[in-house]
């Protein structure tokens, strides 16, 4: 599967798919308040007592028929049964406990999606001749324009509209096209221990250093909330500053963004088994909050993730409890705790210094090799670690 995501251009006929939207927030928190009764009677239990897709769609197909919920019939049907198995895939993690809450109800404001099926999307070129990036696709009965800046191939699967904060509507189209463009090999295997001085340190020595765009742009984002606050609710000033506000946050995390994948890519192209730790990032967030989030470790760590799947490389996490920093990667011996103030060691077993960070991606490195294999791979140590 592969998922391209274009642009839609800004025109008056986007309102039918805020207002298609509008419509579906209205079926889902219907169906929420439905669910929550349902359990709040019958409780959870296995077998006929669990509200299934199958049942909320009967109910569904039963409302269009009735005159209060007419306009239900507006928005495509393949876009409402969708919202309906979001909410039974919602319980179902929640009852399984991959969710530590179940589905509620959410504003039109919040509800920005819907999602089509392949074969009810059509796409055209405007103009084949001249090679126009500037495409059109068909949804719901109406066209609507959009950059389209790569071709998509293979066969459309699923198609989302989605809309930001700002009103600006996108579409994310999935193919079955697999995507895969695997890399020359390099025969390397690296540890990398992420820092929040330090954003990564591979066990070769080199540090990669994080951009920390939120830091940066702390200032405008405390101006533009400044100016939202004083703007008067609901004038057309407030939105403006709103919007204002939104771009400063949209502009944050396209930089992060492409920061992340292109150090991704980078650190794929250069090993071809590459170990990270795996961190407990909500305990990190409570202890020192802004900077972990501005860092997005986790949201990185699914890119480079992503990355070796497509490239043909491994990417894989020891666990959390592996004492990593402590132990010295030399000998083998574990000293006291060492305190986060503290950026270098001495091991007084074999009378050697340590960069804290380097050592913590040396045992990763080890740990990760011995763990998941890493035969006929060259471990990238550095030379003189102290």
């Known amino acids: 599967m592969k998922t391209y995501k274009y642009k839609i251009q800004s025109h008056k006929r986007n309102r039918h798919l805020q207002s298609d939207t509008r419509i579906i927030s209205q079926a889902h928190n219907h169906f929420i308040a439905l669910c929550r009764r349902h359990y709040r009677i019958y409780g959870h239990c296995e077998g006929y007592k669990r509200a299934t897709y199958n049942r909320l769609s009967k109910h569904l197909t039963k409302l269009k028929r009735l005159e209060k919920y007419v306009h239900w019939r507006l928005p495509c049907a393949w876009a409402m049964q969708e919202c309906l198995k979001r909410i039974e895939r919602g319980y179902l993690n929640f009852f399984q406990g991959r969710a530590k809450r179940p589905p509620k109800f959410k504003s039109w404001r919040n509800y920005r999606s819907m999602t089509f099926n392949g074969k009810q999307v059509k796409i055209e070129k405007v103009d084949k001749d001249t090679g126009c990036r500037v495409a059109k696709i068909r949804i719901t009965g109406r066209w609507y324009r959009f950059w389209y800046s790569r071709e998509t191939q293979g066969t459309l699967k699923r198609v989302t509209a989605k809309r930001d904060a700002l009103g600006d509507w996108y579409i994310s189209i999935t193919t079955d096209y697999e995507g895969f463009e695997p890399e020359p090999k390099t025969g390397n295997a690296a540890g990398f221990d992420y820092g929040n001085k330090t954003f990564l340190t591979c066990s070769d020595g080199t540090k990669y250093e994080s951009p920390e765009f939120y830091k940066q742009s702390a200032k405008a984002i405390k101006r533009a909330n400044r100016e939202l606050s004083k703007k008067q609710r609901g004038s057309n000033n407030r939105k403006r500053a709103s919007k204002h506000y939104a771009r400063t946050h949209r502009k944050i995390q396209r930089q992060r963004e492409d920061h992340h994948w292109k150090l991704a890519l980078e650190i794929v192209r250069k090993f071809d088994i590459s170990f990270f730790e795996d961190l407990n990032l909500d305990g990190m967030k409570r202890l020192w909050g802004r900077k972990v989030s501005d860092l997005a470790f986790g949201e ?13 490389k491994c990417v894989e996490t020891i666990g959390r409890w592996q004492p990593t920093t402590p132990v010295c990667h030399q000998c083998g011996q574990r000293h ?7 950026r270098d ?17 040396i045992n990763i490195l080890k740990v990760g090799t011995s763990t998941f294999g890493g035969e006929g791979v060259r471990l990238a140590i550095v030379s003189n670690p102290c």
């Open 336 to 342: 006291a705790f060492i305190d986060l103030s503290v």
């Open 345 to 361: 060691w001495f091991c007084q077993s074999c009378k050697i210094s340590h960069d804290r960070d380097v050592n913590a991606a």
């Open 300 to 312: 990185f760590l699914e890119k480079v993730r992503w990355q070796g799947k497509k490239r043909g």
